[in-house]
T-cell receptor
Framework: NAGVTQTPKFRILKIGQSMTLQCTQD?????MYWYRQDPGMGLKLIYY???????DKGEVPNGYNVSRSTTEDFPLRLELAAPSQTSVYFC?????????????FGPGTRLLVL | DAKTTQPNSMESNEEEPVHLPCNHS???????IHWYRQLPSQGPEYVIH???SNVNNRMASLAIAEDRKSSTLILHRATLRDAAVYYC????????????FGIGTKLQVIP
């Protein structure tokens, strides 16, 4: 299993440009998440999904959109990039269990908005 | 949501044991204590979790206080590869919930 994969690894955007961060998992996990991590800070939840066709907002959803058409894929869309969106973005997936869920993270996408 | 408190940073000498503390005084009976770590330039990875009893795996041990208001992640012999940020998180059993990753404890391992 590849686990959780993310593309691209690094991207530079100009203010106002748009892009899609890709996330794919091959573990058949129902739950998927997008986090952002600013330098020296913890992770903040942007959006999450509990299954195909079902998404919901996290702590910091403004400026982002998501879709979940399949179990495997959970892309994150930035419509009008702003410098405040410069961050490292992590995608994760999990399966809820009786002992609490374990989240599996991708390697991250580093985004710089200039 | 129950919160956790961890020291911002700790140091350890290489090949010595490391005890990383976590306080969670408002923990509920169905909250599992999870530990993740984040190596430099990587995503977080699961380390260990437990409910009431102490737990061991190949990466670490988890010691849970009898009243469950605190726990300690134990790395038995710190290596340079253990230098990372360690997060202590409470996750309730069953169903979805939003997990909060705080700042965690940055562990520095000194050669």
């Amino acid at each position: 299993n590849a686990g959780v994969t993310q593309t691209p690894k690094f991207r530079i955007l100009k203010i106002g440009q748009s892009m899609t961060l890709q996330c794919t998992q091959d573990m058949n996990h129902n739950y998927m998440y997008w986090y952002r991590q600013d330098p020296g800070m913890g992770l903040k939840l942007i959006y999450y999904s509990v299954g195909a066709g079902i998404t919901d907002k996290g702590e910091v959803p403004n400026g982002y959109n998501v879709s979940r058409s399949t179990t495997e894929d959970f892309p994150l869309r930035l419509e009008l990039a702003a410098p405040s969106q410069t961050s490292v973005y992590f995608c994760a997936s999990s399966v809820p269990g009786l002992k609490g869920e374990t989240q599996y993270f991708g390697p991250g996408t580093r985004l710089l908005v200039l | 949501d129950a919160k956790t408190t961890q020291p911002n940073s700790m140091e350890s000498n290489e090949e010595e044991p490391v005890h990383l503390p976590c306080n969670h005084s408002t923990i509920s009976g169905t909250d599992y204590i999870h530990w993740y770590r984040q190596l430099p330039s990587q995503g977080p990875e699961y380390v260990i979790h437990g409910l009431t009893s102490n737990v061991n795996n190949r990466m670490a041990s988890l010691a849970i206080a009898e009243d469950r208001k605190s726990s300690t992640l134990i790395l038995h012999r710190a290596t340079l590869r253990d230098a990372a940020v360690y997060y202590c998180i409470l996750i309730r059993s069953g169903g979805y919930q939003k997990v909060t990753f705080g700042i965690g404890t940055k562990l520095q391992v000194i050669p």
